[in-house]
């Protein structure tokens, strides 16, 4: 296949580049680099069936040739990301998924949203099933990424009913591993970021909120599996097995052998208390269920943000050294 991947620069994205790329298909990415990073796609891009093209697809892309496949990955999806970004962000979630279905009804090719539990905002069913409307605040400070997740759902399933488009929604929950940002702004690389320094890892609120956390090996397999199905529905890949904020700082202090104290914060506007998936769907549908324990995950992420600063204070000692010394 001839694949066009959205935000393919982004953390989920890059690692479908890797994984279309590895069973035989090419690949075209496409990354403004708002929030996307060129390093996540080094690795590729001397690769012959691998294209970069550098574009705001919220601007209408065209394209020569054939495409089979177009995913849609490309949105600030972390609160501080959103927020400090958030007219683009409404934007790439309405234009955006407006021009990728364009170019998918315009090639004949199968189409992939990439949605989000938050669409159930601060739910009041839990676990959190497909057919639940949610519960969210759409002039809220997270409404900017709600909604237009929310309205992209929308002009998908239009577009698949009025125009007979084959097309997929997946709705990511919490997803980790190697190639998150350090300043993602989320709980897994702040933890991890702040234990590794020996900073206070803080928690919002009392730390009672719930999530739940899906590597990112397990995410990318269910989505590859979706995108062959017929089935136009929303879809929740995610872990089920759910941790507390609070549980989940102290995972993280003990994995890194950190003494970092915990420290609280008040909670932000509309952070949900609960966020668990049912995979019921995806169970039956894709035959797919997470299969990376999380203690092995979290061990692959850590010894990525080891990695990751240990490049940053590298490169801090040469900006400090003199000129000619090697520090």
């Known amino acids: 296949m001839r694949v066009v991947i959205t935000g393919g620069a982004g953390f989920i994205g890059s690692h479908l580049c890797d994984r279309f790329l590895a069973d035989g298909h090419e690949v075209i990415c496409v990354d403004n680099f708002i929030t996307g990073r060129r390093e996540n796609i080094e690795h590729l891009t001397a690769h012959p069936r691998f294209q970069l093209i550098e574009h705001n697809i919220s601007h209408p892309l065209h394209l020569d040739g054939p495409v089979d496949a177009v995913l849609?990955?490309?949105?600030?999806?972390?609160?501080?990301?959103?927020?400090?970004?958030?007219?683009?962000?409404?934007?790439v979630g309405s234009l955006g998924t407006h021009n990728t279905l364009g170019l998918a009804k315009a090639k004949g090719a199968r189409y992939l949203l990439a949605s989000t539990s938050e669409v159930y905002g601060d739910p009041e069913v839990h676990p959190q099933r497909e057919e639940y409307w949610g519960h969210v605040n759409?002039?809220?400070?997270?409404?900017?990424?709600?909604e237009a997740k929310r309205f992209a759902e929308a002009l998908t399933m239009a577009y698949h009913r009025y125009h007979g488009l084959n097309t997929?929604?997946?709705?990511?929950?919490?997803?980790?591993?190697?190639?998150?940002?350090?300043?993602d702004g989320r709980a897994l690389p702040n933890f991890m970021a702040q234990a590794l320094r020996g900073d206070p890892l803080t928690v919002y609120g009392d730390g009672s909120q719930t999530r739940s956390f899906c590597?990112?090996?397990?995410?990318?397999?269910?989505?590859?599996?979706?995108?062959?199905?017929?089935?136009?529905?929303?879809?929740?890949?995610?872990?089920?097995?759910?941790?507390s904020i609070?549980?989940?700082a102290k995972e993280i202090i003990e994995l890194t052998g950190s003494q970092s104290p915990i420290v609280f914060a008040p909670l932000p506007e509309d952070d949900p208390r609960v966020r668990r998936p049912d995979i019921s769907l995806a169970r039956k549908?894709?035959?797919w269920e997470p299969r990376t324990d999380r203690r092995e995950g979290l061990a692959r992420t850590l010894a990525y943000f080891r990695r990751c600063l240990a490049q940053q204070t590298?490169?801090?000692?040469?900006?400090?050294a003199p000129e000619g010394v090697v520090p």
């Open 168 to 183: 997929h929604i997946v709705r990511i929950f919490n997803t980790y591993g190697p190639r998150m940002r350090l300043d």
């Open 246 to 248: 609070l549980d989940f």
């Open 285 to 287: 549908l894709l035959n």
């Open 138 to 146: 759409p002039i809220g400070v997270r409404g900017v990424y709600d």
């Open 215 to 243: 590597y990112i090996d397990d995410l990318v397999e269910g989505i590859v599996r979706l995108l062959h199905l017929d089935y136009a529905g929303p879809v929740n890949l995610g872990n089920p097995n759910e941790v």
């Open 72 to 91: 849609h990955f490309a949105s600030p999806a972390s609160p501080g990301d959103y927020l400090r970004h958030p007219i683009p962000t409404l934007k």
């Open 314 to 320: 590298g490169r801090a000692a040469n900006q400090r």
